[in-house]
């Protein structure tokens, strides 16, 4: 294992210096977003009885912050190393790609939920939450996590260029999360743009984490639990596959 720990170590280390920028930055930006959605839409309006806007919002700015720096970390410390070329230095030790993808994947979880942390702690200020099922709260947020720090390493090793993995984020990543029921409930959607959202793992995520605040939510959790699991496990085991046979890594 210490092959597994010193790598995950850098990599906990490669986020942790720099800090302000991957920590302190994306807890502001959604400050932002709850200052600007909650002040303007807080008495337009309503999706769960007794519940206000603002404090329908935090979970899912929480929930959004958690799988885009989880993404962003993973992503960025695989492609920074192939394009600086020190990824050799990952290469040569005796690290089996079990290894790799479990201090990618860690490490994005880490950081995913120290972001996510600050964003609660700053967030929850501004209105009374409730924690109706925490174990709830906790699995989707380790899980959401983990299957963004998974596709992460995925974009990672394909993306041979800033802009390819920049590509991968914007058309893919940052759309899915702001459609993912972030801002607002899918029962407020008209029919049909409510069924293109249930093909989105990220709205079974959100809704998920949500309902361990509220004890409501658009979908029941454990169908939102097995179809986010499913996602991974998949995702997984593709990315293992992929560290396996050294794709665009090796060749």
Same mark, same amino acid.
């Given at each position: &294992?210490?092959? +597994?720990? %010193?790598?995950?170590?850098?990599?906990?280390?490669?986020?942790?210096?720099?800090? &302000?920028?991957?920590?302190?930055? *994306?807890?502001?930006?959604?400050?932002?977003?709850?200052?600007?959605?909650?002040?303007?839409?807080?008495?337009?309006?309503?999706?769960?009885?007794?519940? $206000?806007?603002?404090?329908?919002?935090? *979970?899912?700015?929480?929930?959004?912050?958690?799988?885009?720096?989880?993404?962003?970390?993973?992503?960025?410390?695989?492609?920074?190393?192939?394009?600086t070329?020190? /990824?050799?230095?990952?290469? /040569?030790?005796?690290?089996?790609?079990?290894?790799?993808?479990?201090a990618?994947?860690?490490?994005?979880?880490?950081?995913?939920?120290?972001?996510?942390?600050?964003?609660?702690?700053? %967030?929850?200020?501004?209105?009374?939450?409730?924690f109706?099922? *925490?174990?709830?709260?906790?699995?989707?947020?380790?899980?959401g996590?983990?299957?963004?720090? %998974?596709?992460?390493?995925?974009?990672?090793?394909?993306?041979?260029?800033?802009?390819? /993995?920049?590509?991968?984020?914007?058309?893919?990543?940052?759309?899915?999360?702001?459609?993912?029921?972030? +801002?607002?409930s899918?029962?407020?959607?008209?029919? @049909?743009?409510?069924?293109?959202? $249930?093909?989105?793992?990220? @709205?079974?995520?959100?809704?998920?984490?949500?309902?361990?605040? +509220?004890?409501q939510?658009?979908?029941?959790?454990?169908?939102?639990? %097995?179809?986010?699991?499913?996602?991974?496990?998949?995702?997984?085991?593709?990315?293992? $596959? /992929?560290?396996?046979?050294?794709?665009?890594? $090796?060749?």
């Amino acid at each position: &294992m210490t092959g +597994f720990q %010193t790598l995950f170590y850098k990599e906990i280390l490669r986020f942790w210096k720099v800090a &302000m920028q991957t920590i302190t930055a *994306p807890i502001l930006t959604a400050m932002l977003y709850l200052l600007i959605f909650g002040h303007v839409l807080e008495d337009h309006v309503h999706v769960y009885p007794q519940v $206000r806007y603002t404090a329908f919002l935090i *979970p899912g700015l929480v929930m959004m912050s958690v799988l885009q720096n989880a993404f962003a970390n993973s992503s960025s410390s695989l492609i920074q190393s192939k394009i600086t070329g020190n /990824l050799v230095f990952v290469l /040569l030790p005796p690290l089996s790609h079990w290894d790799l993808f479990g201090a990618y994947v860690l490490a994005a979880v880490v950081r995913g939920l120290a972001v996510g942390t600050g964003v609660f702690a700053i %967030t929850a200020w501004f209105a009374k939450l409730s924690f109706v099922a *925490p174990g709830w709260i906790v699995v989707f947020a380790l899980l959401g996590a983990a299957m963004l720090g %998974t596709m992460g390493v995925i974009a990672g090793i394909w993306a041979e260029k800033f802009d390819q /993995l920049a590509a991968f984020q914007n058309f893919l990543i940052m759309p899915a999360t702001f459609l993912s029921g972030v +801002f607002y409930s899918i029962h407020s959607l008209p029919p @049909f743009w409510q069924s293109i959202s $249930r093909f989105n793992p990220f @709205f079974y995520m959100i809704d998920g984490f949500r309902y361990g605040f +509220f004890g409501q939510s658009d979908v029941n959790p454990l169908t939102s639990f %097995t179809i986010v699991s499913v996602f991974f496990l998949a995702l997984a085991a593709f990315a293992v $596959r /992929l560290l396996k046979v050294g794709y665009k890594l $090796r060749h």
